[in-house]
């Protein structure tokens, strides 16, 4: 079954840096379209970035655009989310998702599959 694997969350000051990654497996992952949302606590889950298939074509939430970087790896099978410049309110669960067709989508039900989140906390 299609599995989806969130690392590289954890506790930074303001202004540090994370590198998220997400492992998929049991799936083509060359052939998703892949993206990150997060959630924190009482909000709903938003989105941050996406990319296609092949990396030809990104898309940012306005919070994370100029700081985050969304990139994947084919090969390995992973998708990647370099977040520099980090604030208190970046502070969430981090989730990523795929979406079989070839699309760059900004909601959550573009997405078919997600993984169970990592969580980033930034302190002030």
């Known amino acids: 079954q299609v599995q989806l694997v969130e690392s590289g969350g954890g506790l930074v000051q303001a202004g540090g840096s994370l590198r998220l990654s997400c492992a998929g497996s049991?799936?083509?992952?060359?052939?998703?379209?892949m993206g990150w949302f997060r959630q924190a606590p009482g909000k709903e889950r938003e989105f941050v970035a996406a990319?296609?298939?092949?990396?030809?074509?990104?898309d940012y939430a306005d919070s994370a655009k100029d700081r985050f970087a969304i990139s994947r790896d084919n090969a390995k099978k992973t998708l990647y989310l370099e977040m520099n410049s980090l604030k208190p309110e970046d502070t969430a669960v981090y989730y990523c998702?795929?979406?079989?067709?070839?699309?760059?989508?900004?909601?959550?039900?573009?997405?078919?599959?997600w993984g169970q989140g990592t969580q980033v906390i930034v302190s002030s």
């Open positions: 049991g799936l083509t992952f060359s052939s998703y379209s």
């Open positions: 990319i296609n298939w092949n990396g030809g074509r990104t």
């Open positions: 998702a795929a979406d079989p067709r070839h699309r760059v989508g900004i909601t959550a039900s573009t997405y078919d599959y």
